[in-house]
């Protein structure tokens, strides 16, 4: 009998899907985490959704929407339970230029087509290729987010003075407004210890904001940065020519942009998936994400991914099933529609402590340590995409360790081709090749250099039992080494190649293939080799 959906509900919220299944059911205490573990989130949200808004040139409710719509539909939909999503600065950048150039509306137009074209991505399961990405690329990621995470929170120390520059604060604001972000931090740090009942986060913004208010204190707050009060988003087509033009304006921002968004929810659910011990939901978190930006753009929100900083508030709060992510977004909407007066009050230090918390529970501090054991090529890697992450951006940082890592992996695989020579039992006078390691375009080079061309005899057998042909340049080389056989009247015989080797070879058409006799690879036959020609020979 078909489980009723209502049965199912439990482990939907857990999100136990076919990627991640498990036999749990909610109890009252993970409801109770994941509700005030929500909650505490949407507070956090609140002053990185204006704040970008600001760095992307939008009005600050564009960017509460976008966290709202964004934040809603992944938590819902997305590839791991506990994974908070709303605007964020990585793709704000980005959208400054298009904002300033063209307005709004085109930006709500690209951020549609972005959220298209993650969809596609995700119905072509691209997202499974994020395992290509190394470790040292991961902890790369990690530290230099955590770090541009730390450095984002350097400017609620400055104020806005009246010709609308920021200065730094000074005397007793300075003092005041430093000692609540360490008041702040200390309450975090302590909480746990004490009591898990509540989020120490949460209990730690009540805390700060409770001093605040009853000893008055001239603080920034959160209604210092914009007014959250607003109405619900309203569908509307993004005003803007539906001509080729438009699309060449909005096609390259887009495409970067969802690049960019898939790429840091994707390292995002990696991530989440080691502290929360589950694995898999790559491309339906990218379907999730494509949908979000698709609705969103409808919306006026500004579009947005999965953010690291309150994933991890969220997870090291408590939050492990899909009704965190839901209540975080609605609260922020009932921010929005009702109590905006009342969040407006918290103090912009106490939001400031909580996120230099997190910076410190990113940050991979044991990189520093492994720096020194790993290979240096990988401590390379890792401290490049670190700084990348911090002067450029995720997107570029990751693309730059992942081709890094490539070229260190070729450069090992290249030097690994090696051979070793013995008499031939089977063909009297010969002399065989013993090809160990991979052949392709990295060993070539060391390929030609293993053969005495002019010293050997008139029959050589190149053996590739334990070698893989692996691509054209491989052919080439074995062409090459053919021909220089042959320029001596002398005669070249390939041997044992392995099925994936076969296949290579067979499809240019230079082999021709009389027999089929050995028991492990399928194929072992020697194939004499002749310039231009490959005749087989038993």
């Not at 999100?15 to 109770?32: D, V």
Request: contains cysteine.
């Amino acid at each position: 009998m078909r489980p009723s959906f209502f049965s199912r509900l439990p482990n939907f919220l857990l999100g136990a899907t076919p990627y991640n299944g498990f036999p749990q059911t909610l109890s009252l205490r993970q409801i109770n985490l994941d509700v005030l573990s929500g909650l505490t989130v949407s507070l956090a949200l609140v002053p990185e959704a204006i704040a970008f808004a600001f760095v992307a040139g939008v009005a600050p409710i564009v960017g509460l929407y976008a966290a709202f719509i964004v934040g809603l539909i992944t938590a819902i939909f997305g590839g791991r339970p506990g994974m908070i999503s709303g605007a964020t600065g990585a793709l704000a950048v980005v959208m400054v230029a298009l904002v300033a150039q063209h307005g709004v509306e085109y930006l709500f137009a690209t951020v549609i087509l972005m959220g298209v074209l993650q969809l596609f991505f995700g119905a072509m399961r691209w997202g499974k290729f994020i395992r290509m990405v190394p470790h040292p690329v991961m902890l790369g990621f990690v530290n230099g987010l955590a770090i541009v995470i730390g450095l984002a929170q350097i400017d609620q120390f400055k104020i806005t003075g009246p010709s609308g520059q920021r200065d730094w604060l000074t005397g007793e604001a300075l003092l005041v407004t430093g000692g609540l972000v360490a008041a702040t931090m200390i309450l975090i740090w302590v909480t746990p210890r004490l009591t898990r009942l509540v989020p120490a986060p949460l209990l730690a913004i009540g805390a700060v904001t409770a001093v605040v208010l009853g000893f008055d204190l001239d603080v920034q707050r959160v209604g210092d940065l914009a007014s959250l009060s607003g109405g619900l988003p309203s569908f509307a087509v993004p005003i803007v020519p539906i001509t080729l033009e438009t699309l060449m304006i909005v096609f390259p921002y887009a495409l970067i942009l969802a690049a960019i968004g898939l790429i840091e929810s994707l390292l995002t659910l990696n991530l989440v998936g080691e502290l929360t011990d589950r694995r898999g939901g790559a491309s339906q978190e990218c379907l999730a994400q494509g949908a979000a930006n698709l609705c969103t753009g409808f919306f006026g929100g500004m579009g947005g991914c999965a953010m690291i900083g309150q994933s991890m508030i969220n997870v090291k709060s408590g939050g492990r099933s899909r009704i965190s992510g839901i209540v975080a977004a609605m609260s922020l909407l009932c921010f929005i529609l009702f109590t905006g007066p009342a969040i407006e009050l918290i103090p912009i230090a106490a939001l400031t402590g909580v996120m230099f918390m997190v910076v410190i529970g990113t940050f991979a501090w044991n990189s520093l340590k492994s720096l020194l054991a790993v290979p240096r090529a990988d401590a390379l890697v890792t401290i490049v995409v670190t700084c990348v992450t911090v002067l450029e951006d995720l997107a570029v940082a990751v693309v730059v360790g992942v081709i890094m890592s490539a070229l260190v992996y070729a450069w090992n695989a290249a030097k690994r081709i090696n051979a070793s020579t013995r008499p031939s039992v089977r063909e009297a006078g010969a002399l065989v090749y013993d090809i160990q390691g991979p052949l392709f375009f990295g060993s070539v080079t060391s390929f030609h250099e293993l053969f005495d061309v002019k010293n050997d005899p008139d029959k050589i057998i190149i053996d590739f039992a334990a070698s893989r042909v692996v691509d054209q340049s491989a052919l080439q080389a074995i062409e090459d080494i053919a021909a220089r056989y042959d320029a001596l009247g002398k005669t070249v015989f390939l041997r044992h190649l392995s099925r994936d080797c076969y296949r290579l070879l067979t499809k240019t058409g230079q082999l021709i293939i009389d027999s089929h006799d050995d028991p492990k690879y399928g194929v072992a036959v020697d194939y004499g080799v002749k310039l231009g020609t490959l005749d087989a020979k038993h």
